[in-house]
Each structure stands twice: as C-alpha cells, then as structure tokens.
C-alpha cells in the first residue's frame, strides 16, 4: 500500500477564512486546530486567491480509485480511503448496496473490523451507510432484484448487530409494509434513516420523515417524480424543512437547474453534496464493478448493461465547486453543503474552522477562474493530491 506524503503531527496553513473573511494561519497539532492567527494586513492582494474549508464529508461512497466497497480486501480498503484524503474528502461512509441477507451480514461484519484499522493519513469512515436492502423493486436502480429484501424488525437487526455499533446510516422506502417498525428501530440506535429508491406518495413520505427521518439518499433519483397533483418523495424534501436533500451534484443525475431549485428551496442547511462515488471514480473511462455487477463509464457516466445509472464517476470536490459555479453559493453557503450539513446529520460537532476543532482541512489555490487541490490537512497531518 502506498503511503502519501505526510508532515509531522504539528502543520501550519495560512489561507482566506470565509467566516472571518480575512486571510488568517492555522496551527494544528495532535489533530486539532490550536490556534488561529488573524494576518490583516499581510499578503492581502492574496486574499481570493487560496481559501481554507473544513474538509469534505461524504455520506455515500461505493468506492473510489479503482476499490470497490463490497467487494476489496482490506489492503485496497485502505488504499482507497487515501485516495479519497488525497482529492479533499476527510471523512466518509463506506456504502453497502443490496444484497441477500447473509451476504450483507457478512460484509458489514467485515467492513466494520476494518473501519479500526484505518491510517491516520486517511479519510476516516464515520460509521457504515447501508442503502437497502429495504427498498421498492419498482425504483431499485442498479440494485440487484435479489439483493431487495422484505422490511421486516428481524432483518435489520440482524444486519445493525453484525455491525456492532458502526452502522450510522440506513436508506430504507418508507413505503414498503413494516417501514415504521424499521424506522423506529434506526431511532431508538441513534442510527440516521434516509428515505430512498422509493415509490412512495408525498403521504407516505412526510408520515415517514414525521417519524424521524432526516434524509433523502440521491434527491431526484430513484424516486417517484414530482408531480402537482401527487408531488411523492420528491415533493416531500421540497416541502419539509426537516429532512435534509442530499444530491449528486455531477451535472448527469440531476440538471443544473434542479441544484438551483433545492439551494433555493431548502436553503444553505437543508442540502448534502455526496458523490455516490464507484470504484471509476478518479479513473479513466472504461469498465468497473459496482459488486457483483459490471459497470461500463463513457464520458463519465456509469452505467450498468440495462443502461441504468449505477453511481457516479464524481470526485466530490469537483462536484462542491459544480454546485457553486452553478447556484452561485457563497463560501459558507459552500461549507454548510459540504461539510456542515453532513457533520450535524451524522451527530458531529467538531468539524468547522474553530480552534478546537478536529484538524480537518483543505487548501485551496485559484488559478485565473479555476480552483483547484492544494493539499489536504486530515487529523492533523498534511496529504498531497
């Protein structure tokens, strides 16, 4: 496994802070920010020319750089949560997709004996994302028809227990006969339920989100569509302030002026940017599995056999910029969907640009229009692209 470049555990970054809207220097050490110097009159013609953020949080990664979730050893595990520090994301879920029952209790058993062997240099996962296996056959995507599974008490706990405290996520179609019992179940573990590949009714949604629902996985996809008359899952996150959008923002699973409708309509709170990044992603076209199914990736676009979109190709913080060109989001407008939202949905309190706060950062230089990666600070140590 290749191990990036890294600094010792104390590192200094100097860069626009949105919130005090001056240049300033972080100084962090042991994996915290210590201290935070304000640089007012210094270099300030550099002011909008490199910027400081929290680091990205992504709550729906397949897989990345070639690994894919359900499938790698834990040598490629590992590899690919650097690769993801290395393009900006510090902290993550590793998403599990539908399969048999046992399969997944297997799976999450090992995924989650990995998840305490994770380098230091690395994205760390938050906890396990489980999309499915409850979900509708009618919207399952690129799920496998027999992956989907019968909402039933019983099958999730078998699957939260195999997990053993680690799962943090569950996306589930609130629809389906026994949703409620599951829901309450992700509640009383304080696990987060988002609601996804559903058919539901815009009813049955708000009923579920009233329940204590928080999300929506994929806003747009794998979805009833909006209609006036019956607006579905896809009107109720329009609708309801409670439950937070989280979209691709890749410009192929939704149009442009879809992110433009949510930024305006939940507002800087109420959207999460996440990637539903495959193994492509970071990759060149060509062919990939997303678990057992093979994927084929034109022009970035994933796709499986029956041309069904199955995940993305998408580095997330080209996605977190997308969204900015496209809405027009102001820096923190920009931190709230790309890390902020994330981090208070999955109960984080300590990954903003306090002192104090976990070392969590990312660098970045603009050339003429462009931004790009300068570098990456995860728990305090430096990562280069």
Known sequence: MTTPETTPTTVTIEGFHPHREHRVRFECAHGVITHIEDLFEQNEA???QDLVLPGLIDLQVNGFAGVDVMTCD???FHAMTIALARRGTTAFLPTLISTPLDSMRERITTLAEWLENVPRCAAQPLGLHLEGPFLAKSKRGA???????????????????AGRGNVRLVTLAPELPGADALIDICIERDIVVALGHSDATFDEAARAVHRGSLACTHFGNAMRAFHHREPGLTGAVLALPEVSACVIP???HVHDAVLEILHRAKGPRGVILVSDAIAAADLEDGTYRLANT???VEDGVCRNADGVLAGSSLILLDGVLHYARVTGAGLREVIAVSSGNAARLVGLTDRDLNEGSRADLIHLVRHDETWSLDRTIVGGIEVRP
């Open 46 to 48: 550099r002011h909008e």
């Open 74 to 76: 834990e040598d490629e």
């Open 143 to 161: 799920h496998p028809t027999e992956g989907i599974s019968e909402a039933r008490p019983e099958a999730l706990e078998l699957l939260l227990d």
């Open 250 to 252: 890749d410009g192929i």
């Open 294 to 296: 093979e994927v084929t």
